[in-house]
C-alpha cells in the first residue's frame, strides 16, 4: 500500500497570506490528523477528521482549520499568516474501521515545510 | 498543568550498549502511551505501543516500561546500531482521544 502523502513538501508564504495543505492518507483508512511540529513546541495536535468530520480539535486559534473529503483525503488551512506559524505541518492517518473506533497506531507522511516570511 | 518531559534532548551512547530514554508526564489520565521515531526530514514512525494496565512490551530489539504510579515510560534498545541514531518521541492518548507528544530525545549510536 502506498503511505501517507503530503503536499506541498516545501511552501514559502509571506505574512498575512492564507496557505492550504493537503494529504491522501492511506488506501482504507478513514481517520486523518493534523499536527504542528516547531523545535520548540514538539509534535502538538491540531485535529482530527473522520468520515468528513471534525472529532477533536487541539487548542489552535480560529486561523487554522481543515476539512475531509468523502474520498478521506483531508486539506489544513492557515489564514493570515503570522511568522510564528513556520513548521513543519504533518498529516497522520489511521484505520478506525467502520465504528470509528479511535485508532491506536497513526502513520505519519512526510510532512510540508512551512516557512513564512 | 499538562506535560510531557523526555529525559534530555541528545544522549550519546557507544554501540552494542543499552540505550534508555526516558519519558514523564504530569496531569494526564493516558489510555496508552507510544514511542516513535523519527527521521531527519521525515514524519515519525511507530514503534511500540504500551497500555496503562500493562508494565512492559517487547519487539526485537525494544522494550518498553509504562508506570502509572511513577508517571513514567521507559524506551529501552539493546545492542545499539549506529543506523538506531535518531530522535525518539514518546506520546500518550488521554482520555479525551487526543494525541500528546513530548519534544523527543536524539539519539546518536557511535561506531
Known amino acids: 500500500k502506498a503511505g501517507v502523502t503530503q503536499t506541498p513538501r516545501y511552501l514559502i508564504k509571506t505574512r498575512g497570506q492564507q496557505v492550504t495543505l493537503s494529504c491522501s492518507p492511506i488506501s482504507g483508512h478513514r481517520s486523518v490528523s493534523w499536527y504542528q511540529q516547531t523545535p520548540g513546541q514538539g509534535l502538538q495536535f491540531l485535529f482530527e477528521?473522520?468520515?468528513?468530520?471534525?472529532?477533536n480539535k487541539g487548542n489552535f486559534p480560529g486561523r487554522f482549520s481543515g476539512r475531509q473529503f468523502s474520498n478521506s483525503r483531508s486539506e489544513m488551512n492557515v489564514s493570515t499568516l503570522e511568522l510564528g506559524d513556520s513548521a513543519l505541518y504533518l498529516c497522520a492517518s489511521s484505520f478506525s474501521g467502520t465504528s470509528g473506533r479511535y485508532p491506536d497506531t497513526q502513520y505519519f507522511g512526510p510532512g510540508t515545510r512551512l516557512t513564512v516570511l | 498543568s499538562q506535560k510531557i518531559e523526555q529525559n534530555s534532548e541528545a544522549l550519546n551512547i557507544q554501540e552494542g550498549k543499552t540505550a534508555t530514554l526516558t519519558c514523564n508526564y504530569t496531569?494526564?489520565?493516558?489510555?496508552?502511551l507510544q514511542w516513535y521515531r523519527q527521521d531527519p526530514g521525515r514524519g515519525p514512525v511507530f514503534l511500540l505501543l504500551?497500555?496503562?494496565?500493562?508494565k512492559e512490551k517487547r519487539k526485537e530489539r525494544l522494550k518498553v516500561t509504562f508506570d502509572t504510579t511513577l508517571k513514567q515510560s521507559l524506551f529501552h534498545i539493546t545492542a545499539s546500531q549506529p543506523a538506531d541514531s535518531a530522535t525518539y518521541l514518546c506520546a500518550l492518548r488521554n482520555t479525551g482521544n487526543q494525541f500528546y507528544f513530548g519534544t523527543g530525545t536524539s539519539l546518536t549510536v557511535i561506531p
Open positions: 504500551i497500555r496503562e494496565n500493562e
Open positions: 496531569n494526564y489520565s493516558p489510555a496508552y
Open positions: 477528521y473522520f468520515s468528513e468530520t471534525q472529532r
